[in-house]
């Protein structure tokens, strides 16, 4: 959390993300870089998952920056999170770049 604190997006942006009797779903961080609007982090609680809560949480966080007046609202996500990149994909958010992090054996 101590990145996103220091984040150009402000906290006041944060949201729980609840179902419609209050129970806990997860969090949205809408946030910002220099350049864009961003989804800065998005996580759906393990006893809610595999429910489409995830499309939810993101379709919230762009409706927020489009009402903010952003123009472009930018994401990132490790390759291997394969429900998040899938969210991204059906909210239709073009991949514009792929980075890989390589680790030496052992560095961990």
Not at 38 to 67: M, S, W
Request: charged share 25%; net charge negative; hydrophobic share 40%.
């Amino acid at each position: 959390m101590r990145f996103y604190l220091d984040c150009p997006g402000e906290r006041s942006w944060w949201r729980l993300a609840e179902l419609p009797d209050g129970t806990l779903a997860g969090l949205a961080v809408p946030s910002a870089t220099p350049y864009h609007r961003n989804v800065g982090y998005l996580g759906v609680v393990p006893e809610q998952r595999g429910k489409g809560l995830i499309d939810e949480i993101l379709a919230q966080i762009t409706r927020f920056h489009a009402a903010e007046g952003a123009e472009r609202v930018t994401a990132t996500t490790d390759t291997t999170n394969v429900p998040m990149a899938g969210a991204f994909d059906r909210a239709r958010y073009d991949v514009t770049e792929i980075r890989l992090v390589l680790e030496a054996p052992g560095a961990a």
